[in-house]
């Protein structure tokens, strides 16, 4: 069993930064590989970004390629979202999610632990 908590969420205005933060409890957080994603009001659930287990390989969604960058501190058990250049259309739920393997994936139904999720607001 995994426990997620994400934190860091908030209001920003378009053009901030927000750094989301998600700590792991739980398994051997070194053994997870660890997704963000997120899902907006009546939208689906959708990929953000991911990070293998070492940090060799990560993932982003074209979306937010260039502005977010997901990194982790397997020493802290904890994996972050830095967003920065935010946009209106970023406002979500921000979930973090976490699989027993090597590689990261890019789809929810390839993870198995998910946190309860923190809400992101950008304003115009």
């Known amino acids: 069993q995994v426990w997620l908590v994400e934190s860091g969420g908030g209001l920003v205005q378009a053009g901030g930064s927000l750094r989301l933060s998600c700590a792991a409890s739980g398994r051997i957080f070194s053994m997870l590989a660890m997704g963000w994603f997120r899902q907006g009001p009546g939208k689906e659930r959708v990929f953000v970004a991911a990070?293998?287990?070492?940090?060799?390989?990560?993932d982003y969604a074209d979306s937010v390629k260039g502005r977010f960058t997901i990194s982790r501190d397997n020493a802290k058990n904890t994996v972050y979202l830095q967003m920065n250049s935010l946009k209106p259309e970023d406002t979500a739920v921000y979930y973090c999610?976490?699989?027993?393997?090597?590689?990261?994936?890019?789809?929810?139904?390839?993870?198995?632990?998910w946190g309860q999720g923190t809400q992101v607001t950008v304003s115009s």
């Open positions: 999610a976490a699989r027993g393997t090597m590689a990261p994936a890019t789809t929810y139904t390839e993870y198995d632990y």
């Open positions: 990070i293998s287990r070492s940090s060799s390989n990560t």
